[in-house]
T-cell receptor, first 113, second 116 residues
């Protein structure tokens, strides 16, 4: 099992450019999450998907959109990148929802100049 | 509002000593409290968790205690080793108004350094 995989590992964007971060899990988990991690700020939830076909906003959704493509895949899109979106992005999944262990992907380090 | 406070932000101990990290939460409906360890440049990984119907849980050198009345929970690491050096995050589940689902709110982390 690969667990949770993310692509790309690193990305540099110019302000105003768009991109999609990809996430996939092979553990047959129902729930998937996108977090951003900034120095001294912990992990903040951007969006989550409790089950296939549903998505909901987290703490910091502005400037992002998501798609739960199928049970395995959950993508995060930045439509018009801003320097404030420079961060490390983690995707995670859990079997049955928040009150169960979340398995994290390796992260994507994004820099917006 | 939803808030998880974590203290201290940095902690330095000598190998073999104990380390304690404390968190407080604001939502009385929170019922799940995990702790994650993140080594430098790596992904967070769950090390222990506790649910609201339990006051204490132990796994080898790691233990977590929960005081629901006071809304705080703590991570205890005994006989610390250099490989325990990492950033530790606490979290609390927060119920959401829609669909009966929940989210995790994380503390800002504690950087633990274990000196040989």
């Amino acid at each position: 099992n690969a667990g949770v995989t993310q692509t790309p590992k690193f990305q540099v964007l110019k302000t105003g450019q768009s991109m999609t971060l990809q996430c996939a899990q092979d553990m047959n988990h129902n729930s998937m999450y996108w977090y951003r991690q900034d120095p001294g700020m912990g992990l903040r939830l951007i969006y989550y998907s409790a089950s296939e076909g549903t998505t909901d906003k987290g703490e910091v959704p502005n400037g992002y959109n998501v798609s739960r493509l199928n049970k395995r895949e959950f993508s995060l899109r930045l439509e018009s990148a801003a320097p404030s979106q420079t961060s490390v992005y983690f995707c995670a999944s859990s079997a049955r929802g928040t009150s169960y262990e979340q398995y994290f992907g390796p992260g994507t380090r994004l820099t917006v100049t | 509002g939803e808030n998880v406070e974590q203290h201290p932000s940095t902690l330095s101990v000598q190998e073999g000593d104990s380390a304690v990290i404390k968190c407080t939460y604001s939502d009385s409906a929170s019922n799940y409290f995990p702790w994650y360890k993140q080594e430098l440049g790596k992904r967070p990984q769950l090390i222990i968790d506790i649910r609201s119907n339990v006051g204490e849980k132990k796994d080898q050198r790691i233990a977590v205690t929960l005081n629901k009345t006071a809304k705080h929970f703590s991570l205890h690491i005994t006989e610390t080793q250099p490989e325990d050096s990492a950033v530790y995050f606490c979290a609390a589940s927060i119920p959401l108004t829609q669909g009966g689902s929940e989210k995790l709110v994380f503390g800002k982390g504690t950087k633990l350094t274990v000196n040989p």
